[in-house]
């Protein structure tokens, strides 16, 4: 579904493929070669999104744009990435080659560059630039900048080295900034999408058949269980990962 919101309305390039239940609303860019894939949603609120070449936007991942008159928080996706199944991510910039697996969180004014990958899980937290050669294992949280990856047992230490209302919804922080930044927040949505519309789609010219012989047998045809192989090529990524850096290690105590 195509939306209207805000006055502003997604531009998606020819030879992109957006599912028929993703949702692109307002001020999106989608450029060539690029498949937003089922449950998708893609959503500009204030601030503009772009989705550069032949990078993939998969299942139920939700990318964010967001912004007002004292903050914004564009999202910038470079070429060649993947947004990974029930990935979210929100006013970041993810420069070209980023590989982003499923359920990982990307948050506000972080910066992944280059080539990095962020596993299944993983956090790449408000402001964060996360430098090529940097990785995020699974479950693990990358905060500051440069980014310090921290296991999962260390939250509680990264959290209290932020100010995660005040960066992103300019409040500061008091007993009662989140009931603060539910109202802020509710209204300035209320406002936004006001006057959503869904915009109507022109219909894709298709290629002519070419005439089928009467002698010619049909190809047969194969299913193929998507879900699966994605899954294996995520698991791939991470084994090949695990190799390399076991390799560096062992190469390291050789030295020693």
Do not use: W
């Not at 493929?17 to 949702?23: E, G, R």
């Not at 402001?127 to 260390?154: C, F, L, S, W």
């Amino acid at each position: 579904m195509i939306v209207s919101s805000n006055t502003k309305q997604p531009k998606v390039h020819a030879s992109a493929y957006v599912a028929p239940n993703a949702v692109l609303s307002g001020d999106v860019k989608v450029e060539e070669g690029c498949a937003i894939l089922y449950g998708a949603i893609i959503t500009a609120e204030g601030a503009p999104i772009v989705i550069g070449a032949n990078s993939i936007v998969m299942e139920n991942a939700v990318l964010r744009a967001s912004g007002g008159s004292a903050i914004q928080f564009p999202l910038s996706v470079g070429e060649s990435c993947i947004i990974g199944p029930g990935a979210y991510v929100v006013g970041a910039t993810i420069e070209p080659g980023v590989f982003i697996a499923s359920g990982a969180r990307v948050f506000n004014g972080a910066t992944v560059e280059s080539g990095v990958s962020v596993a299944l899980g993983g956090i790449v937290h408000i402001n964060t630039r996360v430098r090529t050669g940097q990785h995020v294992p699974m479950q693990h949280i990358a905060y500051g900048d440069p980014a310090v990856v921290h296991p999962p047992r260390e939250a509680p230490e990264v959290h209290a080295q932020m100010n995660f209302f005040e960066t992103v919804f300019n409040l500061p922080q008091t007993e009662d900034v989140r009931e603060k930044a539910a109202q802020n927040y509710a209204r300035f949505l209320r406002k936004q999408h006001a006057q959503d519309a869904a915009v109507a789609e022109s219909p894709k010219k298709t290629a002519p058949k070419a005439p089928v012989s009467k002698t010619q047998e049909p190809p047969p045809t194969q299913a193929a269980d998507v879900g699966k192989v994605v899954d294996v090529m995520f698991l791939e990524l991470e084994e090949a990962r695990h190799r390399r850096e076991a390799a560096i290690e062992k190469e390291r105590r050789g030295k020693k």
